[in-house]
């Protein structure tokens, strides 16, 4: 979105509220001026909250991902043009510009929809998929250090496996990641196993099992995965945060999704030069009725392979 605004109106300044844990990646992008910490906002008291907000001298203020407390604090400091959905009732007494969009059933992608809450602005939102990685501005991709860089093999393809997703999403299971590891040719490829250090306790027999891979899980920091993933050649996980991050530094990004509604890679598939998308079967009955499936783990590790062999 951030993209799309500097595309029209270049000489704007955008500012990015989000929380801790976003700093990172929000700050890869170019097109983001700065970024303001809303965990930082919630310690202060309500008036300080509003001043704090009012000291940036906003001309809009853009709900992407909408929180009641924050439409409040908005309206509170004043912000000339506040804008929000109808689908919010609390954006009718606290926003003075609605958008009508409706998420939950809509085909489009989650970035398609972000972009149509810039119909107001009277600029062309109606992008295909192909076309959007091209907003995202990843211009500050931080150094690798040294310790992490003597790990990447340059005669092979380097690939980090993400297995777990911390809830977000449906996974593949380690048993069908234990078989594509055992696929891949040694001599061509250089394998990584990523995660959080609680994930790297979870995976503790998988990963003493598959002593051939590198174990991740734990040791980098989110600004220190980003560099990892940029000097890697592709990524293989469950819609997760990796997976996107992955795509949006044009690396071979595969993404194993389960066609349940509102999980599906139509809502949620990654975007970028090399993204792609497997799912088991695309006429999955239990997905098309929102019923809980295991389709994932039905989706071959050989297809991956062939994806990634394609780039050999």
Same mark, same amino acid.
């Given at each position: 979105? +951030?993209?799309?605004?500097?595309?029209?109106?270049?000489?704007?300044?955008?500012?990015?509220? *989000?929380?801790t844990?976003?700093?990172?990646?929000?700050g890869l992008?170019g097109? @983001?001026?700065e970024?303001?910490?809303?965990?930082?906002i919630?310690?202060?008291?309500? %008036? =300080?909250? &509003?001043?704090?907000?009012?000291?940036?001298? +906003?001309?809009?203020?853009?709900? @992407?991902f909408?929180k009641?407390k924050? +439409?409040?604090l908005?309206?509170?400091?004043?912000?000339?043009?506040?804008?929000?959905? &109808?689908?919010?009732?609390?954006?009718?007494?606290t926003? $003075?510009k609605?958008?009508?969009?409706?998420? %939950?059933?809509?085909?489009l992608? /989650?970035?398609?929809?972000?972009?149509?809450l810039?119909?107001?602005l $009277?600029?062309?939102t109606?992008?295909?998929?192909?076309?959007?990685?091209?907003?995202?501005?990843?211009t500050?991709?931080?150094?690798?250090? /040294? %310790?992490y860089?003597?790990?990447?093999?340059r005669?092979?393809?380097?690939?980090?496996?993400?297995?777990?997703?911390?809830?977000s999403a449906?996974?593949?299971?380690? @048993?069908?990641f /234990?078989?594509l590891?055992?696929?891949l040719?040694?001599?061509?490829f250089?394998?990584?196993?990523?995660?959080? /250090?609680?994930?790297?306790k979870?995976?503790?027999?998988?990963?003493?099992?598959n %002593?051939?891979?590198?174990?991740?899980? *734990?040791?980098? &920091?989110?600004?220190?995965?980003i560099?990892?993933?940029?000097?890697?050649?592709?990524? @293989?996980a469950?819609?997760?945060?990796?997976?996107?991050i992955?795509a949006?530094?044009n690396?071979? +990004?595969? *993404?194993?999704?389960?066609?349940?509604?509102?999980?599906h890679? *139509?809502?949620?598939?990654?975007?970028?030069?090399? =993204?792609?998308?497997l799912v088991?079967?695309?006429?999955?009955e239990?997905?098309?009725?929102?019923l809980d499936?295991?389709?994932? &783990?039905?989706i071959?590790?050989?297809?991956i392979v062939?994806l990634?062999?394609?780039?050999?």
């Open positions: 979105m +951030a993209g799309l605004i500097k595309k029209n109106y270049p000489d704007c300044k955008i500012y990015f509220l *989000g929380r844990y976003t700093k990172d990646i929000v992008s097109h @983001v001026d970024f303001i910490n809303y965990d930082d919630e310690k202060l008291d309500p %008036k =300080a909250q &509003t001043q704090f907000l009012k000291k940036f001298n +906003a001309d809009i203020f853009l709900h @992407v909408p009641i924050i +439409a409040d908005a309206k509170d400091a004043k912000i000339p043009l506040r804008v929000g959905t &109808t689908n919010r009732l609390y954006h009718w007494f926003c $003075n609605l958008i009508k969009l409706s998420r %939950k059933n809509s085909p992608h /989650e970035s398609q929809l972000n972009f149509k810039l119909s107001f $009277n600029i062309e109606n992008y295909e998929l192909k076309e959007i990685h091209r907003f995202y501005g990843f500050h991709i931080p150094q690798l250090e /040294e %310790k860089n003597v790990l990447i093999e005669n092979k393809f380097n690939l980090i496996l993400h297995p777990k997703s911390k809830g449906k996974e593949w299971g380690l @048993v069908n /234990e078989k590891i055992n696929l040719p040694k001599d061509k250089n394998v990584f196993i990523s995660g959080t /250090e609680q994930d790297g979870s995976m503790k027999d998988f990963l003493i099992k %002593k051939q891979v590198i174990d991740l899980t *734990g040791k980098l &920091t989110l600004q220190q995965f560099a990892f993933i940029n000097m890697c050649d592709g990524l @293989v469950a819609s997760t945060g990796p997976l996107h992955a949006a530094l690396k071979k +990004a595969i *993404g194993l999704f389960s066609l349940k509604r509102p999980i890679p *139509g809502r949620w598939m990654p975007l970028g030069k090399d =993204a792609h998308v088991f079967d695309e006429n999955c239990k997905c098309a009725k929102k499936c295991d389709c994932i &783990t039905k071959k590790p050989q297809q062939d990634l062999e394609q780039k050999l």
